[in-house]
């Protein structure tokens, strides 16, 4: 297919799951109230339904989704693995961790900025970390199973510090770091992770052509110009930004950056440069669509994300590990 | 191993025995070692019970955010509601929630101890009817009519309501309401108020989405952060901007968990927390 196409196609999905998003919520407000609310003030309450309470929650699902399409994309290429994931392979548990120590101690309602930042600071460790391990050309097999100790490790200090909390409703907010949710943010959450979220997509936009040079293997992309120095350190903090501020407002959505880029190969093929825009726009349906799902599913029951994300990511996972059997055993 | 295995089966039957003849000899007399597990069993009993009666409250009734009798709580021996640990005070009654750990209650039941479980109020009068439940199983009716005359007292004092009613929304914590049939709901009608929940139609304790609660445009909200907890996610929707907005520049209502976790005569505080409230803007609207 045309790239030209594919990206107006998946922009048009975009924009539709992110009106529907809008439109779906438990205040069944109809399409024309809705508008209003969005646009004049005539309605106060409608107002202020749709500008404080569904006009972040779609804005953040578009940028939260984008960022785990985008930066599901670029790891997959940059660790040359096909089964890197951001959620799979650690770094969402640990951004986690970063902004659950930031919250729960109290930091981040004295300096709010500590919130993105500690989450950041998590997720650059454990990026590093896994570089460390397929830096020195480990298989798919290593890289996944450093994957699974980070998310189990981080998990556990996740678990430990909100159980530690004396607060009664710390422990039984386990399940939204573990599974994310996007119910009743609000403006604040898009400001204070906006910023990261965009430095974060910047970074990784322009690693198209090194991630293309990077196919042929480190020496061939060496000799092609590509500075190797550069590409991981925009790799690792990029992905760490947009990861780290997206986990720290939205808590761990799994699967998302592992379906997409697989999905759209078929239609950009193999190359990176050309999946990564296309990644992004179909990570932010997803996200859009799960965030809809949710909502019409069981309404009222504040269903977390990561649990409809899981449900189709994990069999698909089983489905990858299956097709990549001999040439990762 | 197996004489062993006969012998301990022989203690352990012959200890129930005991103690079931122990609980049986006393069932007509007052209990001398009462053993509370719930935190408002806790608050009753301490009202209700004569002095050294009642030797053991739960850890929570020490917490002053949610007990109302925290300093009288220091008194008693703390439990945690763990059956091994309430089996080496050997109690002869013990007072517990119907939502106390059912495997904590089971066991205790099996080993022979006498277990009374209150169930959670819903209305102000089932107020009345537990404390004169607490009253007669300590043996103390005496205690527990003067407490119910002095609430009654009290409830009558509140002014009547309104003739047109401020509507009312219950928002705690993970955005949770009051609907029908609760003892949040019977306050609030009672000091006055029309309670969102109930026009909702809600029934029982629930999550109520914040939008629904922002379209409904209340005249109070009622709810807010309990002071000198540590953070959780769980309060964020009280710093919600849409949440501020709703509130048109007037504030939360607060009104201490302590009040309404657990009936109690002390429940009153509540209802007159609420009563004024209401007053309040009953007289800001026709000024």
Redesign the interface.
């Known amino acids: 297919m045309n790239d030209r196409l594919l990206i107006a196609l998946l922009s048009l999905i975009a924009a539709l799951l992110f009106i529907a998003s809008l439109l779906v919520g438990p205040a069944n407000l109809d399409i024309s109230t809705a508008l209003a609310g969005l646009f004049s003030k005539t309605n106060p309450a409608a107002t202020l339904v749709m500008c404080e309470i569904r006009l972040p929650r779609a804005i953040l699902g578009f940028m939260i989704g984008a960022t785990l399409g985008l930066s599901g994309a670029v790891m997959q290429g940059y660790l040359r693995n096909p089964l890197a994931d951001p959620a799979i392979l650690g770094v969402s548990g640990a951004a986690s961790l970063g902004a659950v120590l930031a919250i729960y101690t109290g930091l981040s309602a004295a300096f709010p900025l500590a919130l993105p930042l500690l989450a950041i600071a998590g997720a650059v460790i454990a990026v590093l970390l896994l570089q460390m391990l397929a830096g020195t050309n480990a298989g798919t097999l290593t890289l996944i199973l450093a994957g699974i100790a980070i998310t189990s490790l981080t998990g556990a200090f996740t678990s430990l510090a909100l159980n530690l909390s004396p607060n009664p409703f710390a422990a039984t907010e386990i399940v939204f770091w573990m599974m994310g949710s996007l119910t009743d943010r609000s403006m604040q959450h898009v400001w204070l992770s906006a910023p990261f979220i965009l430095i974060g997509w910047a970074m990784l936009s322009v690693l198209g052509r090194a991630l293309n040079a990077l196919t042929l293997g480190p020496q061939v992309a060496s000799s092609l110009g590509i500075r190797l120095d550069r590409t991981q350190m925009l790799a690792v903090l990029g992905t760490a930004a947009s990861v780290g501020a997206a986990t720290a407002i939205a808590g761990t959505i799994g699967f998302v950056g592992l379906i997409v880029p697989h999905l759209l190969r078929p239609f950009v093929g193999s190359e990176p440069s050309r999946l990564l825009p296309a990644s992004a726009l179909a990570g932010a349906a997803i996200v859009l669509a799960a965030d809809v799902a949710v909502r019409i599913i069981a309404p009222g029951r504040d269903l977390k994300l990561g649990v409809l994300t899981a449900i189709v990511g994990a069999p698909f996972f089983l489905w990858l590990v299956i097709k990549h059997r001999r040439d990762v055993l | 191993m197996r004489p062993y295995a006969a012998a301990v089966a022989g203690i352990a039957s012959l200890l129930a025995v005991g103690l079931l003849t122990m609980a049986a000899a006393r069932a007509n007399e007052p209990p001398r070692r009462v053993v509370s597990m719930n935190l408002c069993t806790d608050q009753l009993a301490m009202l209700v019970a004569a002095k050294e009666q009642l030797y053991s409250v739960s850890y929570l009734s020490r917490d002053p955010e949610s007990s109302v009798l925290a300093d009288d709580a220091k008194k008693f021996v703390t439990n945690h509601g763990l059956a091994e640990e309430i089996f080496t005070m050997s109690p002869d009654l013990i007072v517990a929630g119907t939502f106390t750990s059912r495997a904590s209650i089971a066991l205790l039941k099996r080993l022979g101890f006498r277990v009374e479980q209150f169930a959670p109020p819903n209305s102000l009068s089932d107020i009345r009817t537990n404390m004169r439940r607490m009253g007669e199983l300590l043996g103390r009716e005496k205690r527990a009519d003067e407490l119910i005359a002095e609430f009654d007292r009290a409830l009558a004092a509140v002014p009547a309501t309104l003739k047109k009613r401020p509507l009312a929304a219950l928002h705690y ?3 949770y309401t009051s609907g029908g049939g609760t003892l949040a709901a019977d306050v609030v009608e009672r000091a006055g108020l029309e309670n969102l929940g109930t026009r909702l139609g809600l029934q029982g304790t ?2 109520l ?4 609660l ?4 209340p005249d109070l909200i009622i709810g807010g952060i309990r002071p000198s ?9 009280f710093t ?3 949440l501020r ?2 509130l048109r520049g007037r504030g939360l209502t607060s009104v201490p968990d302590r009040y309404l976790v657990c009936g109690g005569p002390f429940t009153i505080e509540a209802v007159r927390l609420l009563e004024t409230a209401s007053q309040k803007l009953s007289r800001q609207k026709q000024p």
Request: glycine content about 0%.
């Open positions: 914590a993970n955005s629930t999550r989405p914040l939008e629904l922002v379209m409904e445009a907890s540590s953070p959780a996610l769980a309060y964020d929707t919600h901007p849409a907005d709703a």
